[in-house]
């Protein structure tokens, strides 16, 4: 007796996926599913850095490799190239090959062919044969190759696809899978691809089919003593068949890198793309969904047909999801299954007809009604519509229910009700979505669609006015719900979902091309013990409420409580003092904190500071001379603005008066400050009367009346101490007698009690205004000490920082682990911090700088697609934007820091909401920032360039240079204008160390670095020795994972950022 054995996959990965080496066949089989075609254009190959990634990313989830195609023995140097990438990642029984056999026309080909494999170690490869292969190949290849195989030492399998058709085919192949003894699959073909426009007759007696081959084999099996039973020779070569692991998921990466979850590929399993993300990242957000959540589970994929209209196979939902409009070009070129349409009633239907000739596919017609279009007329348009497609051959099916006014009488196939409608529900993120966008239960709580359809019927919805008394609602008989809307406060509490996945890349808008080609929106780093220190310090800190829990101090916090500690006499700790000294970042000034950039407002404070504690500022003369160079008319501008403004020329005087200087015109700067001060302004008149003491001005009697008068109008009722200082202060200053203000210190424990560091300074500074002696030191003293770090400078306990906070989630998004958060906390902590029209700097501020909406709003497009992006908020960004579009535009002057901040926030937020720009407005814009670029190559006022002002310029340049490709087809080559000067002055920032600075001879900081090497990068130029910044940037990780200016600083979210993006971009300068 015959032992039968039904031969299992003999690999070892626990199940495999297909890698298409091309999408080009000689062959062009009818029944193709990628339609594959005999031209060999290139972008028809992958690419070899494509094998890799797929040979990374498969091999590391245990995924085995079949080549297929397409034909991978159609160019025999593409696929040993491509066996060379999969063999340095996998063993050569993980690897199989699937070819239409046309190489085996001779035997001195097919030992050529099967020789090369052979010579890599594969010992199996399979041929596809059937009735649309027979009409190319004949059948003396497969003999060919089978006896040619035996030779080589290669097992080969035949693979079988069957129909009514095929009993001539199973006559010619019994005889050779007998005779043999070869290994077959036997399986129908599905109507996929180009076979959607076969006649699926043939495949309704499969079993017949079956029967007959069976039958056959028998009969040949008794001529040649071979085993009768067909069961002998059956095999499978796939995992998914032998049903031992995941049940359907079976991934198949197109050339371009596109990665479906089933080798159907149909637009619902699309996942992502394997050049951009990682095969894990991708299962994870693929899991959510409908199809994802059987594919990748215990469940078998047929379970699926439980959530589908009855009577639906189990691919339909893939077909049909997601429902984006065809005419977006959104869904991927070579994605499988129905083109989606949205049809209004008002739009011109002709049109639409001929722009669906223009396909062969089958549409899902998806009639989007208003309350207007219920009446019969609309019906007959309908009906129209329909009747014109059959016509035109035009294969549709219907998506939504027809309600019973519009008299559809005749039957094509449309739904009858929701229970029916393909659009009823998605689901994402592990939810149900409902048509209307509202939430519904986890999809692992419900058991078939009969749920889904009942909790949905179940809310309270208003129906529309039209449908109150229209006889089929009074007599129930109408089920339609599309327009029937919630009652107010009835709406789910939960963010609404919309079923836009942008994700799916294969014909994006313009701006996602151009955010596919950004840097930091991809994941890039490599896991390595560095890698793993930095998720460790993110995911660690993250709190109940969701944010990040990290204390970094800053220079003002630091300038607080140093001021405090000054005003009774004691000194912060020499680390401290050390911290103060490190945020200089040159002779530009002071930055935020130790490895940022430098601004004057910082400047002030770090300069008052060191003097405190007798501490010289370094390169003091170059300090000094930077800034009276930047007086202008008297008064003194910004470092990156083009007019003089009162605060800054305040603030200018101070720090030149501190370090024993005065502005170059004197008598200038004590005219702009008269004519310039708001003497209705409590803080300005202060401020008037320190700086012209400053500049040892003595105010006329005319000048301390009118001060005087000023200075009377405010009242004390309800004044906090900061206010109540500026005015002693002020009227002490012009010869007032303020005893009658006199205070004494009882409220100093009051304010320690509740923690409010900037009233207790004032408090003791109005203390020492009436030299008052201060008896509770010791718990002033305590109280600062408690807010003081071991490593040095102080933090304030409220500090949360929306910048810093999404800093830390994109520095997990670039090492592809924002799984270590919980992202919907996050995101909803992000949510309950923006304020009317974006966010502030902190939770709920309103702020005219849109750089922290523009953070914001990147953390919403990585982590969930803008999916719980508020749609109010979003218009408000908009219009905001697009106002400041305008206001930019309408203004003659504007500074550099400014003007390119501005035009960089607008474009990137444009980009993360695909908001289009006009063309005219964007060349009028960037046109404008040329006139910024100096001499020497870099951007910024009066011929003094900044990194910080270059980088904004260089980034807005791009990215408008990246749309006008891909929206308007042009190349403008802006970048090429500046790329040899810019980069040229760029370089010239970096010093010996590796590090660059805010200019050149600056002191090193990572800000500064990461702006010039992004910068860099965007011009296309890159570093002579990127190891020297890599090593420099490295040695400023601390043992916790972070970074800062220098190690044993505390780490810091943001400098953390920096650091990791910018060893991402060193990564590629030093690969070339």
């Not at 199940?15 to 599913?33: H, K, Q, R, S, W």
């Not at 399979?126 to 035996?150: C, G, L, M």
């Not at 089929?472 to 406060?489: Q, V």
């Not at 719980?868 to 550099?896: A, C, E, F, P, Q």
């Amino acid at each position: 007796m015959v032992k039968i054995v039904i031969g299992l996959d003999h690999r070892n990965k626990p199940f495999d996926g297909d890698l298409l080496l091309t999408v080009a066949c000689p062959v062009e089989c009818d029944f193709c599913i990628y339609s594959c075609t005999a031209s060999k254009e290139p972008e028809k190959w992958m690419p070899e850095h494509t094998i890799r990634r797929v040979a990374e990313e498969y091999s590391k989830n245990g995924v085995g490799v079949r080549i297929s195609g397409g034909e991978p023995f159609y160019d025999l140097e593409k696929l040993e190239s491509c066996l060379d990438i999969l063999l340095e990642y996998y063993h050569p029984r993980d690897l199989l090959i699937i070819s239409s056999g046309f190489w085996g026309h001779k035997k001195e080909d097919a030992r050529r062919c099967l020789s090369l494999i052979k010579n890599k170690g594969l010992d199996l490869i399979v041929i596809s044969y059937d009735r649309f292969h027979a009409r190319r190949i004949p059948i003396t290849n497969i003999k060919n190759i089978i006896e040619t195989a035996k030779d080589v030492g290669i097992e080969m399998a035949l693979r079988l696809s069957l129909d009514s058709e095929s009993y001539d085919l199973i006559d010619k192949v019994a005889e050779l899978i007998t005779k043999h003894r070869l290994p077959i699959e036997v399986h129908r073909w599905g109507m996929f691809g180009r076979a959607e426009k076969l006649n699926g007759e043939v495949l309704k007696d499969y079993n017949k089919t079956y029967n007959y081959i069976s039958k056959k084999i028998k009969e040949n099996a008794k001529k040649c003593g071979a085993p009768e039973d067909l069961r002998y020779y059956l095999t499978h070569t796939a995992k998914r068949s032998q049903r031992k692991q995941y049940s359907e998921f079976f991934p198949t990466t197109f050339p371009n890198g596109n990665v479906y979850g089933c080798s159907m590929t149909m637009k619902g399993c699309f996942m992502g793309n394997i050049n951009r993300e990682n095969l894990d990242t991708m299962m994870g957000r693929w899991k959510k969904t409908l199809p994802g959540h059987f594919a990748l589970s215990e469940k078998n994929c047929s379970e699926i047909v439980n959530f589908l209209p009855k009577g639906g196979e189990r691919c339909d939902f893939c077909k049909n999801w997601p429902f984006i409009d065809f005419r977006e070009k959104r869904i991927a070129k070579e994605a499988l299954g129905r083109l989606f349409v949205k049809i209004k009633m008002d739009e011109d239907l002709n049109t639409l007809i001929d722009r669906m000739k223009q396909n062969e596919r089958e549409y899902l017609l998806s009639f989007r009604l208003t309350e207007s279009d219920l009446n019969p007329n609309t019906g007959r348009k309908i009906e129209k519509l329909l009747q014109k497609l059959k016509e035109n051959n035009i294969r549709f099916l219907i998506s939504r229910p027809f309600p019973k006014c519009l008299r559809i009488n005749k039957d094509y196939g449309q739904p009858t009700g929701c229970l029916d409608c393909h659009e009823l529900f998605s689901v994402e993120d592990g939810k149900i979505v409902y048509c209307d966008d509202s939430l519904g239960p986890d999809i692992k709580s419900v058991e078939n669609r009969q749920k889904i359809v009942d909790i949905f019927i179940r809310r309270n919805k208003k129906i529309p006015d039209s449908c109150i008394f229209c006889i089929h609602n009074i007599r129930e008989t109408c089920n339609f719900l599309c327009n029937r809307k919630f009652e107010e406060g009835e709406k789910p509490k939960t963010p609404t979902l919309k079923t836009k996945l942008e994700v799916i890349r294969g014909h994006a808008t313009a701006w996602d091309k151009v955010l596919e080609e950004n840097i930091v929106f991809k994941k890039s780093m490599k896991k390595s013990l560095l890698t793993d220190k930095i998720i460790k310090y993110i995911s660690e800190n993250q709190t109940r409420e969701g944010y990040i829990k990290q204390m970094s101090p800053m220079i003002n916090y630091t300038y607080l409580f140093s001021a405090i500690l000054h005003e009774i006499n004691e000194r912060p700790s020499p680390n401290t003092i050390k911290f103060l000294s490190r945020c200089q970042a040159g002779f530009m000034g002071f930055g935020e904190e130790p490895g940022e950039m430098p601004w004057i407002d910082w400047t002030e404070y770090g300069v008052e500071a060191l003097k405190w504690v007798e501490l010289k500022i370094k390169d003091e003369q170059n300090l000094i001379k930077v800034y009276k160079n930047l007086q202008k008319n008297g008064g003194f501008q910004q470092i990156t603005s083009f007019m003089p403004d009162i605060l800054t020329t305040f603030k200018i005087v101070k720090i030149l008066s501190i370090l024993n200087s005065e502005p170059a015109d004197r008598n200038g700067a004590i005219e702009y400050i008269k004519n310039n001060t708001n003497l209705d302004n409590l803080y300005q008149i202060y401020r008037y009367i320190e700086s012209m003491k400053f500049l040892r001005y003595k105010f006329k009697n005319k000048e301390l009346q009118e001060l005087s008068n000023r200075l009377s109008k405010f009242r004390t009722d309800g004044m906090n101490y900061e206010s109540l200082f500026y005015l002693l202060y002020s009227l002490k200053s012009i010869g007032k007698n303020i005893i009658e203000y006199r205070i004494d210190e009882e409220k100093i424990e009051n304010l320690i009690s509740n923690n409010n560091p900037r009233e207790l300074l004032f408090l003791l500074k109005i203390l020492n205004l009436f030299s008052i002696p201060i008896k509770n030191k010791d718990k002033i003293i305590e109280y600062c000490k408690n807010h003081e770090l071991k490593n040095g400078g102080f933090v304030f306990d409220n500090e949360n920082y929306i910048f810093k906070q999404n800093a830390a989630i994109h520095t997990l998004y670039l090492l592809d682990r924002t799984d270590a958060i919980d992202k919907i906390k996050y995101i909803n902590y992000l949510n309950s911090a923006a304020s009317s029209n974006g966010w502030g700097a902190v939770p709920n501020q309103e702020t005219d700088r849109d750089l922290y909406t523009t953070s914001s709003l990147i953390i919403h497009k990585i982590l969930f697609n803008n999916r719980y992006l508020d749609n109010k908020l979003k218009l408000k960004i908009v219009s905001k934007l697009n106002n400041r579009i305008k206001m930019l535009l309408n203004n003659k002057v504007w500074g550099t820091y400014y003007y390119a901040r501005s035009v960089k926030e607008i474009l990137e937020s444009f980009m993360l909401l695909s908001i289009d720009i006009n063309k005219d407005t964007l060349e009028r814009l960037i046109n404008k920032m040329f006139s910024f670029l100096n001499h020497d190559g870099g951007f910024g006022n009066d011929k003094i360039s900044f990194v910080y002002t270059t980088y904004l310029s260089v980034y807005a340049i791009w990215l408008a240079e990246k749309y006008m490709n891909y929206k308007y087809n042009e190349n403008p080559r802006w970048i090429e204008k500046i790329k040899n000067k810019t980069s040229d002055w760029l370089k010239a920032c970096q010093n010996n160390d590796g590090g660059f600075g805010a200019s050149p001879k600056q002191f090193s900081n990572i800000q500064a670095t990461a702006y010039a090497i992004f910068s860099l990068y965007l011009i296309g130029n890159d570093l002579e020795e990127p190891e020297k910044t890599t090593e420099w940037i490295k040695q400023r990780q601390n043992d916790n994972g972070g970074f800062a200016q220098e190690r044993g600083f505390e780490s810091d979210l943001l400098l953390t950022f920096y650091s990791l993006s910018t060893l991402i971009i060193l990564d590629l300068f030093r690969k070339g």
